[in-house]
Nanobody, 126 residues
């Protein structure tokens, strides 16, 4: 329960688009809070976008606002991340997170989530 699988990563040139998707291996698993994070070697995992069902709003890192869109597909039970206008600095391993820990606050911290996927690599070349 709670295991997540990401898909949709790849290599694109700057200005291109990718769509990431995250789905639970247990198809009936749902979580009120989910998010996308990314990480580069030597850096901490940073939030990209968050989604919360109860609060009914999404948040974005300043660096991706206006370019990325997070959405929940209830029919597929997946969390998607549409990434447009990609930049080389968007390169990294992208992780899906779910499961609100007891310390869940604004959802922008990695420690606020219980479950994680294995990640999908996104590489943007200039």
């Amino acid at each position: 329960q709670g295991q997540l699988v990401e898909s949709g990563g790849g290599s694109v040139q700057a200005g291109g688009s990718l769509r990431l998707s995250c789905a639970p291996t247990e198809r009936t698993y749902t979580s009120a809070c989910m998010a996308w994070f990314r990480q580069t070697p030597g850096s901490e995992r940073e939030v990209v976008a968050t989604w919360h069902s109860g609060r009914r709003f999404t948040t974005y890192a300043d660096s991706v606002k206006g370019r990325f869109t997070i959405s929940k597909d209830d029919a597929q039970n997946s969390l998607d991340l549409q990434m447009n206008g990609l930049k080389p600095e968007d390169t990294g391993m992208y992780y899906c997170a779910a499961g609100c820990r007891g310390n869940y606050g604004n959802g922008r911290g990695a420690a606020e989530y219980v479950y994680w996927g294995q990640g999908t690599q996104v590489t943007v070349s200039s």
